[in-house]
């Protein structure tokens, strides 16, 4: 399979910090896979996400997706990505369809399209109902959905999720990942960042975990379970890999 | 791109009309202030010239001055004198006393023997006068003249009043004393040269005419309202830099403005949007105020504004200076990094500049140094093309230079935005 990121030795070290937060990391992720980027808090996991947005620069390193770089194709890349953040990065007075003709135009969509695209991706993940309630009103779960929805109407080559069901329900939480799975069945590779370990078993496909700025580990989770002794999921292989120290991190 | 730009657009639109808090301050707001200060203001010029004032005339004298004092008060468009309170007649410690307790704003004691004393005066030069021009019948030497003291007349002003009120007063009594003086003396000239049956011309040879300008050959005499209109509608167009700076500090609490980052749209087009957006408003706040001006002032007292051929020079005033008040919002706003922080710095900011922009004072009544910083505060500017078009009646050409630094600080406020962010956001 073809890989569509590609990432070499790339570190980044924040103004003031004593540490780096990612120290000379290496990865391939294949076109069509969900990667599944865990590890505690403070590992690195926001600030290579960041970086891949195209939101934070590289302290050193490169890294490509889909062949292009953000130093000479940073409008191309855009368009092809999508991103969903830990937050809600919707307009709270404006309602659900409101948010997403708007964030779907930002994209180059416009008319017909991005109506029908709009009632489609609301209808698919129950939501069509609520398109003109405004977002203020909605529950933790359905705001969650939206954020998701708004960063995949252009039907991106690549997803990147910070955490996308934290704080929701079973339900949202179900219909999310359902639909997530739709996706990559229709060819977007999805990168994905959580702390649900559960949930990352069953969804991801690859996983790699990071601590400290590192990638300790990499590869599908049964391997994973498989090459950790005495694991039998892959919470135990987390734990085994980063310890049990509290990582509270200001 | 002029899709996005579109979307953008509607977008702030839709933030706008949903938030209420920021509808009253963009458009009640600016329509109480301008309605309130200009009542305000008018009145206070009335006060000066239409509405007669209270004031206690305390009379020691009880002779033909303080009897030409007390006419020349009741005679004028200023002052109606109370010479009694409760039947009483008032004495000087009365008089100091409901002053000071700013029960009535002005008291005027007379001296005793002041009309008996300026006579004397007078009687005393014109007789040196006389004498010294040879028309004296008399050979036998003059009597060594009397002393005469100098006399004061006493103005005791409620301590609140203002010192343009008291400078104005001072000058109306100071003018009135001074007649009563020059009659004297011309009556005591005609005494003394026999010639009483000649009346000397006693008005002012020179007086004084103000020259108002004219346009379309109808004189137009600035009032308040021609003041104050331009001066709190700008003000009014630069308090959107509150709502446009916690608009933009949002964005970021939110996360949306993250969210634009990832998406294939450059910082400029959301700011083109929120230009674009906040201008109109800027526009609308303008035709508001100047619809109010016009058509409701006349209902509630006050002049109408005379706007007679000027308004699309004044649109473009309110125009650029809506950019300038735009640019310094977006700047405000990528660098703060709280409602807490934004809100209360852009109404200062704001105050202070309409402060030093010569809203409140006039530029020229300012010291030197403030007279300087004036002249580089946006809201001068503003207000200095506002005046030029309205009361000096100047052609598009006259005003290209205070447009075009309006203009200029528009581009290097949104500059500075765009690069601070940049800079911000290379962590």
Redesign the interface.
């Known amino acids: 399979m073809q890989s569509i990121i590609k990432i070499e030795s790339l570190s980044k070290k924040?103004?003031n910090a004593d540490l780096y937060s990612l120290n000379d990391i290496s990865l391939e992720i294949n076109e069509g896979q969900i990667f599944g980027l865990l590890g505690p808090n403070g590992a690195g996991k926001t600030t290579l996400i960041s970086m891949l947005?195209?939101?934070?620069?590289p302290t050193s390193g490169q890294f490509t997706i889909d062949n292009l770089s953000y130093k000479n194709d940073a409008?191309k890349i855009?368009?092809i990505?999508g991103?969903v953040?830990q937050?809600?990065?919707?307009?709270?007075?404006?309602t659900a369809r409101?948010n997403l003709?708007?964030?779907g135009?930002?994209?180059?969509l416009?008319g017909s399209d991005l109506k029908d695209k709009v009632i489609e991706t609301l209808d698919l993940l129950g939501l069509l109902k609520f398109a003109d309630k405004?977002i203020e009103t909605f529950s933790g779960g359905m705001k969650r959905r939206v954020n998701l929805i708004?960063?995949i109407l252009h039907n991106p080559k690549v997803l990147f999720l910070d955490e996308p069901t934290v704080g929701v329900d079973v339900q949202s939480k179900n219909a999310i990942i359902d639909y997530l799975k739709v996706l990559n069945q229709n060819g977007t590779t999805i990168i994905y960042t959580s702390h649900h370990l559960a949930e990352a078993e069953d969804f991801c496909d690859t996983i790699a975990i990071l601590d400290r700025g590192k990638i300790y580990a990499q590869g599908s989770p049964s391997d994973l379970i498989a090459s950790t002794e005495e694991a039998r999921n892959l919470e135990e292989v987390f734990i085994s890999l980063t310890g049990k120290d509290l990582r509270d991190v200001i | 791109m002029l899709y996005k730009i579109w979307m953008s657009v509607v977008k702030e639109f839709l933030l706008l009309k949903r938030d209420l808090g920021g509808l009253i301050i963009l458009f009640i707001m600016p329509l109480v202030l301008v309605i309130t200060v200009t009542l305000i203001q008018d009145s206070s010029f009335k006060t000066i010239s239409d509405n007669k004032i209270p004031i206690l005339l305390v009379d020691k004298d009880k002779g033909a001055v303080s009897k030409t004092v007390f006419d020349n008060l009741e005679k004028s468009k200023l002052f109606s004198v109370v010479t009694q309170i409760d039947n009483q007649p008032i004495t000087e410690a009365i008089a100091q006393e409901a002053v000071n307790k700013g029960k009535y704003q002005l008291a005027i004691v007379i001296p005793e023997k002041l009309s008996v004393d300026l006579q004397a005066k007078i009687n005393q030069n014109v007789e040196k006068i006389v004498s010294s021009m040879g028309f004296t019948d008399s050979v036998a030497p003059a009597p060594t003249p009397k002393i005469i003291k100098q006399k004061e007349v006493k103005l005791y002003f409620d301590p609140a009043v203002q010192m343009s009120f008291k400078n104005a007063v001072m000058s109306s009594i100071d003018k009135m004393i001074s007649q009563i003086e020059t009659q004297s003396i011309y009556t005591t000239f005609q005494k003394q040269l026999g010639e009483e049956s000649t009346q000397f011309e006693q008005k002012s040879f020179i007086t004084f005419k103000e020259i108002i300008p004219k346009i379309n050959n109808k004189e137009v005499k600035p009032n308040s309202v021609q003041h104050n209109v331009p001066a709190w509608t700008l003000f009014a167009i630069f308090f959107i830099v509150i709502p446009l700076s916690i608009n933009i500090v949002k964005e970021k609490s939110q996360g949306t403005f993250v969210r634009l980052l990832t998406n294939p749209v450059s910082n400029l087009i959301v700011i083109i949007g929120k230009t674009i957006t906040y201008s109109a408003i800027c526009m609308i706040q303008f035709y508001m105020m100047v619809a109010v001006a016009i058509f409701l002032f006349p209902h509630i007292g006050l002049p109408s504004l005379n706007i007679e051929g000027h308004l699309i020079l004044m649109s473009v005033v309110a125009l650029f200076s809506g950019f300038a008040a735009i640019g310094f919002g977006i700047l405000l706003g990528t660098i703060a990094n709280t409602q807490e922080q934004s809100a209360p710095f852009g109404a200062t900011s704001v105050i202070i500049l309409a402060a030093i922009g010569g809203i409140w004072v006039p530029v020229f009544a300012m010291p030197t140094i403030m007279q300087i910083i004036a002249k580089s505060s946006p809201m001068n500017w503003g207000l200095e093309a506002f005046y030029d078009v309205l009361l000096r009646n100047v052609s598009f050409l006259e005003i290209i230079p205070k447009i075009s630094l309006l203009f200029l600080f528009f581009i290097i406020t949104t500059s500075i935005a765009l690069f601070y962010d940049k800079k911000k956001r290379t962590v």
């Open positions: 924040y103004k947005c195209g939101l934070i620069k409008a855009k368009k990505i991103v953040p937050e809600y990065a919707l307009y709270p007075t404006l409101e003709h708007y964030f135009s930002m994209y180059g416009k405004r708004a960063g």
